[in-house]
């Protein structure tokens, strides 16, 4: 059982920016609940947690004076979409005491209820303007020094590479170090205005349409009533490298193209797992989906700061089931390259927001994780069997956040998605291997998991 023991509201140290704030159509489209995760610290410094509790809310009041969009809040105006007030309302900063140690909480699967108390809970039950944006909960285990950090940051404020940025300079500016110029947050976002859009689409956006529905199904409202389950899957760096050459044994030494990436390799094969795991028909069509981070794909680029979502969605051709599932594991891999290409390709990204701009409401395609009775209906969108949703974390820096406990000894998602999501994650270690973040539909989760290493 975890214990709030105090909560400060923790605005910026000096005057901000007040009024609207521009949120771009990336911003619009992201599910506006936060994003929960979890960093775990062995915490071997001799810094108690009252004393770290004050360094960080001092820090947190200096960072948002940078960040200060994160002490706003937001506001529904017509066709679903969001405004962002910057009032300065703060964030919140919880103080907890857990009666379990480090150890009965297990590997911290988010499949077990008792990993929600270290994370940071929102009460959905007041005004979305009543919500704050960024908040993060210290929790001291029972026995021992270990901590537990739980975060939770609104989606549509910020992607995963933007909240890192964030972490790590709080974390940065907690331990007592400054904060160089360029370390601070590109807060402008007009580069994605509408103005900017060209005239007409060019191209037929299947990221925004239905996905392949089971053969014989008019709907989805089956697999979305489905409990999804948690599992980590740790790749060894040898592993990892199994499987490059595995998706690259087709690639002809006079092919033009770079040799499948891990990202390509190893989403390929989860893909292909997914797919044996479900028993899927081999005329059963199916897509992976996943996103892009474009801040070096417009012109001119994007700082490395910018702050918010520079995320665009992308999905393969439609496959069948039966060609992944036989075909070499590189038709897989060139199937999510090619999807990552598109959604690289800045006519492309520029065509995309036109789509979204002139959409009359976004819950066409704003998917509500939180919301389970609206993840239901068959007009929200729905990315699960028969097919996949895949991430790629492996460049993003969640294992620097160090707020003077050292690096952090574990970091994972704070919930389980209602769909076949995987994230494919650097380990803590530094030596290439990998952590894949699976959620999967309960029923078929051992099936998956005895396919993924019988087969590797």
Same mark, same amino acid.
């Given at each position: 059982?975890?214990?709030?023991?105090?909560?400060?509201?923790?605005?910026?140290?000096?005057?901000?920016?007040?009024?609207?704030?521009?949120?771009?159509?990336?911003?619009?489209?992201?599910?506006?609940?936060?994003?929960?995760?979890?960093?775990?610290?062995?915490?071997?410094?001799?810094?108690?947690?009252?004393?770290?509790?004050?360094?960080?809310?001092?820090?947190?009041?200096?960072?948002?004076?940078?960040?200060?969009?994160?002490?706003?809040?937001?506001?529904?105006?017509?066709?679903?979409?969001?405004?962002?007030?910057?009032?300065?309302?703060?964030?919140?900063?919880?103080?907890?005491?857990?009666?379990?140690?480090?150890?009965?909480?297990?590997?911290?699967?988010?499949?077990?209820?008792?990993?929600?108390?270290?994370?940071?809970?929102?009460?959905?039950?007041?005004?979305?303007?009543?919500?704050?944006?960024?908040?993060?909960?210290?929790?001291?285990?029972?026995?021992?020094?270990?901590?537990?950090?739980?975060?939770?940051?609104?989606?549509?404020?910020?992607?995963?590479?933007?909240?890192?940025?964030?972490?790590?300079?709080?974390?940065?500016?907690?331990?007592?170090?400054?904060?160089?110029?360029?370390?601070?947050?590109?807060?402008?976002?007009?580069?994605?205005?509408?103005?900017?859009?060209?005239?007409?689409?060019?191209?037929?956006?299947?990221?925004?349409?239905?996905?392949?529905?089971?053969?014989?199904?008019?709907?989805?409202?089956?697999?979305?009533?489905?409990?999804?389950?948690?599992?980590?899957?740790?790749?060894?760096?040898?592993?990892?490298?199994?499987?490059?050459?595995?998706?690259? +044994?087709?690639?002809?030494?006079?092919?033009?193209?770079?040799?499948?990436?891990?990202?390509?390799?190893?989403?390929?094969?989860?893909?292909?797992?997914?797919?044996?795991?479900?028993?899927?028909?081999?005329?059963?069509?199916?897509?992976?989906?996943?996103?892009?981070?474009?801040?070096?794909?417009?012109?001119?680029?994007?700082?490395?700061?910018?702050?918010?979502?520079?995320?665009?969605?992308?999905?393969?051709?439609?496959?069948?089931?039966?060609?992944?599932?036989?075909?070499?594991?590189?038709?897989?891999?060139?199937?999510?390259?090619?999807?990552?290409?598109?959604?690289?390709?800045?006519?492309?990204?520029?065509?995309?927001?036109?789509?979204?701009?002139?959409?009359?409401?976004?819950?066409?395609?704003?998917?509500?994780?939180?919301?389970?009775?609206?993840?239901?209906?068959?007009?929200?969108?729905?990315?699960?069997?028969?097919?996949?949703?895949?991430?790629?974390?492996?460049?993003?820096?969640?294992?620097?956040?160090?707020?003077?406990?050292?690096?952090?000894?574990?970091?994972?998602?704070?919930?389980?998605?209602?769909?076949?999501?995987?994230?494919?994650?650097?380990?803590?270690?530094?030596?290439?291997? +990998?952590?894949?973040?699976?959620?999967?539909?309960?029923?078929?989760?051992?099936?998956?998991?005895? +396919?993924?290493?019988?087969?590797?």
């Amino acid at each position: 059982m975890v214990t709030i023991i105090e909560s400060y509201v923790v605005t910026p140290k000096e005057e901000t920016p007040k009024g609207d704030f521009f949120l771009s159509e990336i911003d619009q489209i992201c599910r506006w609940s936060p994003t929960p995760s979890i960093y775990i610290y062995n915490n071997n410094s001799n810094l108690n947690v009252n004393e770290l509790l004050q360094r960080m809310r001092d820090s947190l009041s200096e960072i948002l004076v940078h960040y200060y969009p994160l002490c706003g809040r937001l506001n529904w105006i017509q066709g679903g979409r969001l405004k962002l007030d910057c009032n300065a309302k703060g964030a919140i900063l919880l103080q907890a005491e857990s009666t379990k140690s480090m150890a009965e909480y297990g590997d911290f699967s988010p499949n077990d209820d008792n990993i929600k108390e270290l994370v940071p809970k929102v009460d959905y039950s007041q005004p979305i303007e009543e919500l704050p944006l960024f908040l993060a909960q210290v929790t001291k285990f029972h026995g021992g020094n270990a901590i537990a950090i739980g975060i939770a940051i609104s989606h549509p404020l910020s992607d995963g590479v933007s909240a890192f940025n964030f972490i790590n300079s709080w974390a940065k500016l907690t331990r007592g170090d400054s904060l160089d110029p360029d370390e601070l947050p590109f807060l402008d976002r007009t580069v994605f205005t509408t103005s900017r859009l060209p005239r007409s689409r060019r191209f037929d956006h299947q990221e925004f349409k239905p996905p392949p529905l089971i053969l014989g199904r008019t709907d989805n409202i089956e697999e979305r009533k489905k409990k999804t389950k948690f599992a980590l899957l740790k790749l060894t760096a040898e592993q990892v490298q199994k499987l490059k050459q595995k998706a690259n +044994i087709d690639n002809s030494s006079e092919s033009e193209e770079k040799p499948y990436s891990r990202f390509e390799a190893i989403g390929a094969y989860m893909w292909q797992c997914a797919c044996k795991a479900h028993g899927l028909d081999k005329d059963q069509p199916t897509r992976a989906r996943t996103v892009v981070d474009v801040r070096n794909k417009v012109n001119p680029p994007l700082s490395k700061n910018y702050f918010g979502n520079v995320l665009a969605r992308t999905v393969t051709t439609t496959c069948y089931a039966g060609e992944i599932t036989s075909k070499p594991l590189s038709y897989g891999a060139q199937k999510i390259r090619e999807a990552v290409k598109m959604g690289s390709n800045e006519e492309y990204i520029r065509s995309q927001l036109e789509f979204v701009a002139q959409l009359e409401t976004m819950d066409i395609i704003r998917t509500k994780y939180k919301e389970k009775e609206e993840n239901r209906r068959a007009d929200v969108p729905f990315y699960g069997n028969p097919n996949i949703m895949l991430n790629s974390w492996v460049s993003m820096p969640m294992y620097e956040v160090d707020f003077g406990l050292g690096k952090p000894d574990y970091f994972g998602p704070g919930a389980v998605y209602p769909l076949d999501f995987g994230i494919i994650a650097p380990s803590p270690h530094t030596d290439g291997s +990998i952590d894949i973040f699976m959620n999967f539909q309960m029923a078929d989760m051992q099936n998956f998991i005895n +396919i993924f290493w019988d087969n590797l």
